[in-house]
């Protein structure tokens, strides 16, 4: 069953058999991965011959990119947002780490696949992708030479704290379920103060 975060992706602007097909996408490659996923596999989720599908994509190679460009650009979304929310670095990244992990908790299925299908995307869309993931990684390090500079944040280097920042996020996507025991907003707001610590956060900052 499709998360209702990776359903939200896609809220109306496509026609409902093409939001079919790109659903039932993220359910196939999420199973049966991409490499072992058939056009059929997604075509018959989506209640539809494979003669359907082409109309629509023209390819699986289609699907996953589109997938992949959504996704990244969403998460590109949240995290300009959480640097736009205020002027304070501890603010920032505490609003970043929340939505980012919560993101990838409530649609960790979607998260699986536009994070580790990467290099079954078309030169040219692995490229697209690669831009939007350097955007997001940018954002991070923006906030994080911010609040060193103020003295918020005590990192030795930069671009490894934030490459460190996304990948506890992104890691949610691979263990997490609907059986799991916290929310994906009680987990947010738990990664949010393990971020900050990491960062070197005053505590007074990170219980605030």
Not at 13 to 22: D, G, M
Not at 27 to 46: E, L, N, Q, V
Not at 188 to 199: A, K
């Amino acid at each position: 069953m499709t998360d209702p975060a990776t359903a939200a992706l896609w809220p109306g602007e496509r026609t409902e058999a093409a939001r079919r097909l790109l659903l039932a996408a993220v359910d196939s490659f999420a199973r049966r991965g991409y490499h072992a996923t058939t056009t059929r596999d997604i075509a018959t989720a989506a209640g539809m011959s494979p003669a359907a599908l082409y109309i629509h994509y023209p390819s699986k190679a289609a699907l996953l990119a589109e997938i992949s460009r959504t996704g990244h650009r969403a998460t590109l979304d949240l995290v300009e947002r959480a640097e736009a929310s205020s002027t304070d670095p501890v603010a920032q990244m505490r609003a970043l780490a929340e939505s980012f992990t919560t993101w990838h908790a409530r649609g960790h299925t979607v998260g699986r696949i536009v994070n580790h299908e990467l290099h079954a995307l078309p030169e040219e869309d692995f490229a697209a992708v690669a831009e939007l993931r350097i955007r997001i990684e940018e954002t991070v390090l923006r906030i994080i030479a911010h609040g060193v500079a103020e003295g918020a944040f005590q990192v030795p280097d930069q671009r490894t704290a934030a490459r460190a920042v996304t990948s506890l996020g992104i890691d949610v996507s691979r263990w997490y379920t609907e059986r799991s025991s916290e929310s994906p907003e009680e987990l947010g707001r738990r990664y949010g103060q393990l971020v900050l610590r990491m960062l070197g956060a005053p505590a007074a900052a990170i219980e605030g």
